[in-house]
């Protein structure tokens, strides 16, 4: 072999050995740290001219463990998941290691040197196979509403809410009006809100 042919070789093999990102799948999630142990689904190609009795080089990536999941957070504000087992995410493997940062949060030099390694690996919820089952509840932000679970009704608002019962509540009766008084009292209240419920901010059964 040629001393070309065997650095390409090489370089070929480290490249192939380098993982960036895929898809995993959930085997099991601890809810208190966060983290995952999850299965990468993509089976490394073989190398051309090779078949499946040539060796492992490119065999299956084991079952990745306590990999940190990324949940959307920021300024003291954190939106999570139920994730359970079985569920699909995408698995990205840093540059490097991230052991040393997790535990102090400080620019620190990682333990380990390799590139792209397993240590360095977090996943992120989102991604899926086409045939997926449809989620069993959702939540949609648009331009002007969030909805939750629907757009079949709107939640109200706890203090509009509140203003109307105290209206009801306190209003002092007539015993010949038929009601007139406590509808007057509530319709004052009425009209002082565009609505009772909350524009922005939908739910459904």
């Not at 142990?37 to 990745?64: F, N």
């Not at 535990?103 to 196979?129: E, Q, W």
């Not at 709107?154 to 209206?167: E, G, H, M, R, T």
């Amino acid at each position: 072999m040629r001393i070309e042919d065997a650095v390409e070789q090489t370089v070929e093999s480290r490249i192939r050995r380098m993982h960036v990102a895929g898809p995993g799948r959930v085997k099991k999630y601890d809810a208190q740290t966060r983290t995952v142990d999850i299965e990468p689904m993509i089976v490394p190609p073989l190398p051309e001219g090779t078949d499946e009795d040539d060796g492992d080089e490119d065999a299956p990536l084991p079952v990745l463990m306590n990999v940190p999941v990324m949940f959307p957070r920021a300024g003291g504000v954190e939106i999570t998941l139920p994730v359970q087992a079985g569920d699909t995410m995408l698995i990205v493997w840093t540059d490097w290691d991230l052991g040393r940062w997790r535990a102090s949060g400080d620019k620190r030099r990682p333990i380990s040197t390799a590139k792209h390694g397993v240590s360095g690996a977090v996943a992120i919820p989102g991604l899926y196979p086409s045939n997926a089952s449809p989620a069993g509840f959702s939540v949609a932000l648009t331009a002007s509403a969030m909805e939750v679970g629907g757009n079949t009704d709107a939640a109200a608002l706890a203090s509009k809410v509140d203003a109307l019962f105290d209206a009801f509540v306190n209003a002092v009766p007539s015993p010949t009006d038929g009601g007139a008084a406590i509808q007057a009292a509530v319709q004052v209240v009425w009209s002082q809100m565009s609505s009772t419920a909350s524009a922005k901010l939908k739910t459904g059964g």
